[in-house]
């Protein structure tokens, strides 16, 4: 299996007042191409971070990352990222939001809109191409930064709790749509969240990091059907020994035994 994202001996410490602040230690992780792996741990262990030096915007302080197959140097053009806020220019509307993206590509104007057209359509918002970011619930706003990412055809897709400033009916809604534009699009994630049952409900593969600084503390695969309904899966047997044997990690790392 290709490995789409390879994590070497990554460590992180940030510098404040001349003071190291240590965030990621000795990291190693690798995702298989088309592979969905949700990330949890405590507050403050790098989840993010994490995220942000596999996205190029930030740089290790030791270690390498390859995103599928080339040495992360810089920003990453093969990875697409999703951030806790929809981050949507207020100004433009939904499928001009969505053809940003393009637009800075320069790909011609006629082009990217029926590119955005039909992506608006395969997250489910047709028919409000022309409304406004404040004229779109919540879920509606993710729906087209969503669309605004996979626009752009990205080899890996970086979520950093996409779905957190959501209500719980919303988050499955928007749990099983990711999970259907990820069998559609075959497309690698690593989704951080810090919700244990939707990072069990949505992914192949759990990673459990420490608190900070983080390292990888175990990793647990997700013995659930592909199809899968995130409002039926946390109901099975098997996803709550799952849920009960991952907690029981999380929690001596949340509080601090």
């Known amino acids: 299996m ?25 990291v190693n992780l690798t ?4 592979e969905f792996v949700s990330v949890i741990g405590p507050s403050g262990c790098g989840k993010s971070t994490l995220l942000n ?19 992360v140097i810089g920003p990453c053009t093969k ?28 790909v011609d104007k006629e082009e990217r809109r029926k590119i955005a057209e039909t992506m608006i359509k395969r997250v489910g918002l047709s028919g409000f191409e022309h409304h406004y970011p404040h004229e779109l619930s919540g879920g509606m706003r993710q729906r087209v930064a969503l669309a605004r990412t996979l626009v752009l055809n990205p080899t890996v897709l970086l979520m950093d709790e996409p779905f957190g400033a ?20 075959n497309k690698t994630i690593i989704f951080v969240t810090h919700d244990l049952s939707e990072a069990i409900s949505l992914a192949q593969r759990v990673v459990v990091l420490s608190k900070r600084p983080g390292t990888i503390k175990a990793q647990y695969s997700v013995d659930l059907p592909e199809l899968r309904d995130v409002t039926k899966v946390v109901k099975e047997a098997s996803f709550l020994n799952l849920y009960s044997t991952i907690w029981n990690d999380l929690a001596k790392e949340i509080s601090g035994g």
């Not at 290709?2 to 000795?26: D, H, Q």
């Not at 995702?31 to 088309?34: F, K, L, S, T």
């Not at 697409?80 to 637009?103: C, H, K």
Request: hydrophobic share 45%; no cysteine; charged share 25%.
């Open 2 to 26: 290709k490995k789409a994202v390879i994590v070497k001996n990554l460590t992180k410490s940030f510098f404040k007042l001349g003071r190291e602040i240590p965030v990621l230690r000795n």
């Open 31 to 34: 995702v298989d191409e088309g």
């Open 53 to 71: 030096i596999i996205s190029g915007l930030l740089r290790p302080t030791s270690g390498e990352v390859f995103v599928d197959g080339e040495r």
């Open 79 to 106: 990875v697409g990222y999703m951030f806790q806020s929809d981050v949507l220019l207020p100004w433009r509307t939904a499928i001009a939001n969505v053809e940003l993206g393009l637009e800075i590509r320069n």
């Open 166 to 185: 959501l209500d719980a009916q919303t988050r499955m809604l928007l749990g099983n749509e990711l999970l259907r534009l990820w069998r559609e699009y």
